[in-house]
């Protein structure tokens, strides 16, 4: 997985609590993302970073914020989750100049 | 907006067979395209991609074919193994977007029969 690890990889939360995923990369690649994986729909891009403290949203952004304060942590946090963010989500990486991505092996997150 | 689907939500075929995935594209300005392989419970996997300068490129027993007049694309796996079973999709990122946002199709579920 390219050097992507993401934490929790499995968790199961009550409606209205706080969840944060955590994503790391050992490749010092200066793009982070974070999508989210739901059945018939393509993954939906939720934020993106391209640096430390730089970020963006992505199309699905609404519930969701992202921080990243090191170049190897790319933080996603519901502030407050819903069962509609019951989904799988992975996290991916880009070096400069490459439109590649390499995704983690994603966060199965359930909200009750 | 951009729209990246796929003509087949299945494929079925037979180890030893040749396996064509196809993706069709709505923006005439994308440039780059990208076929991802995603096992049962793991993140996508990189297989080859293609820029819009370019009809055709290899890889190890994978082609990937670009028809721009017809916005089409497809994923050629040749002598397709149990071992391909698995969902592929497609990206796409726009010349005039942001350079590193790319646009997922909802994938086919390649099977293949022993």
Known sequence: ?112 | GESVGLHLPTLSVQEGDNSIINCAYSNSASDYFIWYKQESGKGPQFIIDIRSNMDKRQGQRVTVLLNKTVKHLSLQIAATQPGDSAVYFCAVRNSGGSNYKLTFGKGTLLTVNP
């Open chain 1, 1 to 112: 997985d390219a050097g992507i690890t993401q934490s929790p990889r499995h968790k199961v939360t009550e409606t209205g609590t706080p969840v944060t995923l955590r994503c790391h990369q050992t490749e010092n690649h200066r793009y982070m993302y974070w999508y989210r994986q739901d059945p018939g729909h393509g993954l939906r891009l939720i934020h993106y970073s391209y640096g430390v403290k730089d970020t963006d949203k992505g199309e699905v952004s609404d519930g969701y914020s992202v921080s990243r304060s090191k170049t190897e942590d790319f933080l996603l946090t519901l502030e407050s989750a819903t069962s509609s963010q019951t989904s799988v989500y992975f996290c991916a990486i880009s070096p400069r100049d490459s439109e590649k991505q390499f995704f983690g092996p994603g966060t199965r997150l359930t909200v009750l």
